[in-house]
């Protein structure tokens, strides 16, 4: 059985515009323009039951709402959800019984009372035995590294140890499908790092199911072999992160790092005639070329280069992710086989 | 059952924290005392200049009041959600809340618990005692049991009637201020109803039921026979508006457009 | 000052797309407006007047107070109490404006809006079903705009006033609402200061209370003269200005306060 199952989902929002000005503010007292806004428009997948799945797209593609769909928070305006079985929202409190879910911008904790006072109310909500609890959660708790903020309140904890305990507190249940929006958000790479490996063993040890948004695609490449790709409320794609970066980045990008003072002109220049994409990055002082992964292209390149300038360093790399991800949406579509 | 544990378990948290604050605990007996005295004060003023409100006497207008406070009490503790817009449709709690298998208005009423409000059914009854012991009244085997009734009755009105504002929120875009301004009219239930209009006692008796807060169920025990019935009917206009409110809730949550879009 | 009076613009707005709070707004007033009528008529039962007040006058009296109330009426208090303790106001603190004075000007902004909005409309429906006199005395109008304007300023004061205790107590939602009773009661608007006993009348005296809604209703009703009416109003004025110096000093005490806690 899948874990999701999507059809046809569609969420409308009635968006309201005001008039302008003082006049338009009373006018709109009493007739107001809106307009109906498909925030999610007509989107189908499904997930197996272990999978880790990355949710991406930009702000506002309609990523949030789909997932507030499918914890049963908000009602779908049409389409069908299958969720662990359930219709999320019609039965929902038996339903998020089944379910973790993980906001990075709002905690899911009291923010006044003590984590482990949080851990332990949430066990009673959830129905969690004494046995299951400590058998679970002095693991979790353990690989997480939680042990020494449990008596603390939570409005004292940093974002990285918050983002531990609410990681922990969102598994009390031990729930076979995870929904984590944002998770990373504001994280330093240690904590990141610490939290990708929790999530990488609970997938392994439980089976579980990770439904995973982020802005930072370091995030989806450590974890989800399959992305689904969102634009403007509709799916744009929907396969491996493997096929994703093998059929859209046959490119390579080289990076150069000069001795002497270069700007872009001149190394355009120097290349004039090649098919090449220069980029600067200011912040690093790198002269990226983006290319298609052409060997020979690539040594002419160099050649022509190290011929024009003093070098001080130079790196052959794919094409990030991120990069793809930004010409996807640039041409807004995708054609992978 | 798991509600009835889940309840205790929520009070024992509450504890917890409000044992932290103890000087806000202070300020806040303090502040619900000084609010309740002023409400007598008005009642004593008016009086000075009068002997009768439509016919009844300063210490039955007394007793009133001190019957409303105590149903209110119990609805200031428990139903605690003049910030329910803020908190949870603007802030976006309500997604937290909906992730949770408990049934999200229950939730919310557990999370906003005020214990200390009950402290007012205490003056409540003092206020009721003082006034009825002046006005020489007995008290019967069944008046503690009714007296119970009509105020689980009360509270249920209130709380009917608080839950359907708090439902606004579900469909309305920005936030309102309707509660604190309900709350003005909250009070003229603890006046006699007859010294209204009928538009009014209209209003008081089935639309916003707050006479049945205060005049109708204490003018059982004052002996107002021509009220008797408006009396008996407490319990079940409480528990109309409340599961009113229930439905209302249920329905408003579907609407629901969650926060931060 | 542009910057003050944009505040007030922006809140007009504000105010203008909250329909739902207007409507109910009215709707309340009115019903509140209804119900003091009819407790008041009932407090006369019969009666030609009570301490040289005419039941007209207090019917009058009622609907100019809620009326009133409408203009100087705002919540600072508790959008403070919010900004303090979600931390947001040390961000107001850096912006190159008086946090106080902008709060002030935000509430002058709500006021204004519902003196011509609420206030306006409601007063004129409420002419029409209750027995209400109106002056059409120019200079009585004048003097009740005077007057509403220093309440305005006074019971705004009080709620910047509570609104800085926050940064004190950790949560004060129960001062908030002890000040709130103890100015609907004080001030005047349930029932006149005159109806109180001898005693608590010239305690009276010594307290801002009675400038919030006393003074212009007393005046709007012609239960002042002339010279009673100069009188009060210097004796708001002067509230006004006595009112700067423990706000001055608090808001001093919490700055200092904020930079040992880090907001």
């Known amino acids: 059985m899948n874990a999701i199952e999507v059809k046809n989902l569609r969420k409308e929002f009635k968006a309201y515009s005001s008039r302008s000005g003082l006049k338009g503010a009373f006018r709109d007292l009493f007739t107001r323009n809106y307009k109906i806004i498909p925030a999610v428009n007509d989107i189908s997948f499904s997930v197996k039951q272990g999978e880790m799945v990355g949710y991406i797209g930009e702000n506002g593609a309609g990523k949030s709402t789909t997932i507030k769909m499918l914890t049963g928070i908000l009602t779908p305006t049409s389409g069908q959800i299958q969720v662990n079985g359930m219709n999320p929202h019609k039965e929902r409190e038996r339903f998020v019984q089944t379910i973790g879910v993980v906001f990075g911008q709002r905690s899911q904790l009291w923010w006044d009372i003590a984590v482990q006072e949080s851990f332990r109310l949430l066990k009673k909500v959830y129905k969690v035995s004494d046995e299951q609890y400590e058998d679970h959660m002095q693991h979790v708790i353990r690989t997480l590294d939680i042990e020494p903020l449990l008596d603390k309140p939570v409005r004292k904890l940093s974002l990285g140890q918050r983002m531990r305990c609410e990681l922990a507190a969102a598994l009390i249940h031990n729930p076979p499908l995870l929904f984590l929006d944002e998770p990373t958000i504001g994280l330093d790479v240690l904590v990141k790092l610490k939290i990708r490996e929790f999530l990488k063993e609970i997938n392994e040890k439980y089976n579980t199911t990770i439904l995973l948004t982020t802005h930072d ?48 002109p001149a190394v355009k220049k120097a290349t004039n005639g090649m098919p090449v994409k220069w980029e600067y990055d200011e912040k690093e002082q790198v002269f990226i070329a983006n290319i298609e992964n052409d060997d020979l292209l690539i040594s002419q390149i160099i050649a022509v280069i190290v011929a024009a300038f003093k070098i001080k360093d130079i790196k052959i790399n794919e094409t990030s992710t991120e990069e793809i991800i930004r010409n996807i949406y640039e041409k807004g579509a995708v054609e992978v086989g | 059952m798991f509600y009835v544990s889940m309840f205790f378990q929520y009070i024992s948290q509450y504890a917890k924290t ?244 | 000052m542009d910057k003050y009076i944009e505040m007030i613009r922006v809140r007009f707005l504000m105010m203008l797309a909250y329909r739902t709070n207007y409507y109910t707004g009215i709707l309340i007033y009115g019903i509140n407006i209804g119900a003091y009528y009819f407790l008041w008529t009932a407090i006369y039962g019969g009666k030609e007047e009570i301490q040289g007040v005419s039941v007209v006058q207090m019917t009058t009296y009622v609907a100019i107070s809620w009326m009133a109330r409408a203009f100087y009426f705002n919540n600072l208090d508790r959008e403070m109490a919010q900004e303090i303790m979600e931390g947001k106001v040390a961000v107001e603190l850096i912006r190159p404006y008086n946090y106080l004075g902008m709060k002030t000007m935000q ?31 120019l200079s009585v109008w004048s003097l009740f705009a005077l007057s509403i304007l220093l309440s305005f300023f006074i019971n705004t004061q009080l709620n910047l006033l509570t609104g800085i205790t926050t940064f004190f107590l950790y949560n004060n939602a129960g001062l908030i609402r002890a000040k709130r009773v103890i100015i609907d009661l004080f001030s005047g608007l349930l029932l006149p200061i005159s109806f109180f006993p001898g005693w608590v009348q010239s305690i009276m005296k010594f307290l801002p209370f009675q400038g919030i809604s006393y003074v212009p209703s007393m005046i709007f009703t012609k239960g002042f003269t002339q010279q009673e009416a100069w009188a009060a109003i210097g004796q708001q004025f002067i509230w006004v200005i006595i009112l700067i110096i423990p706000i001055q000093l608090l808001w001093y005490l919490a700055k200092k306060q904020m930079v040992i806690q880090g907001g």
């Not at chain 1, 989800?224 to 799916?235: H, M, Q, T």
């Not at chain 2, 205490?122 to 012991?133: D, F, P, Q, R």
């Not at chain 3, 306006?120 to 109106?134: D, E, H, K, S």
Request: hydrophobic residues 50%; contains cysteine.
């Open chain 1, 217 to 264: 695609l370091s995030d989806i490449e450590a974890l989800c072999e399959r992305v689904i790709l969102l634009d403007g409320g509709k799916v744009i794609y929907d396969g491996g992160l493997h096929d994703l970066k093998e059929n859209l980045a046959d490119g390579k990008e080289l990076h150069f790092q000069f001795l002497e003072n270069v700007d872009l």
């Open chain 2, 18 to 261: 409000r044992l932290q604050y103890r000087a806000d605990l202070f300020v806040e007996f303090f502040s619900d005392l000084m609010s309740q005295a002023i409400n007598l004060i008005f009642i004593l003023v008016v009086f000075g200049h009068t002997d009768k409100l439509g016919g009844w006497s300063r210490d039955e207008i007394i007793f009133i009041y001190g019957f409303f406070l105590v149903p209110y009490a119990v609805f200031s503790a428990f139903f605690n959600i003049w910030n329910f817009n803020d908190r949870y449709i603007v802030k976006g709690e309500l997604d937290r809340i909906l992730t949770r298998p408990i049934h999200s208005l229950f939730q919310i009423i557990l999370e906003g618990i005020e214990l200390e409000s009950l402290l007012g059914a205490i003056t409540g009854i003092a206020v009721m005692v003082y006034a009825g012991s002046r006005l020489g009244l007995a008290i019967s085997w069944y008046d503690p049991f009714l007296f119970i009734l009509f105020v689980i009755g009360g509270a249920l009105v209130y709380g009917g009637i608080f839950v359907m504002l708090a439902c606004i929120s579900f469909w309305a875009d920005a936030k309102t201020s309707i509660m604190p301004m309900m709350y003005n009219i909250s009070n003229y239930g603890r006046y006699p109803v007859n010294i209204y209009n009928k538009l009014i006692r209209f209003v008081l008796t089935w639309i916003l039921p707050f006479a049945f807060v205060g005049v109708y169920p204490a003018s059982f025990f004052l002996g107002k026979n021509e009220w008797f019935w408006y009396a008996f009917l407490t319990p079940v206009i409480g528990i109309v508006f409340f599961c009113l409110s229930v439905i209302l809730w249920n329905y408003g949550v579907k609407k629901y457009r969650g926060a931060g879009n």
């Open chain 3, 107 to 137: 509430g002058l902004g709500e006021g204004i809006f519902r003196l011509f909005f609420f206030s306006l409309p409601g007063l004129l429906i409420v002419y029409f079903i209750f027995p209400i006199q109106f002056s059409w005395d």
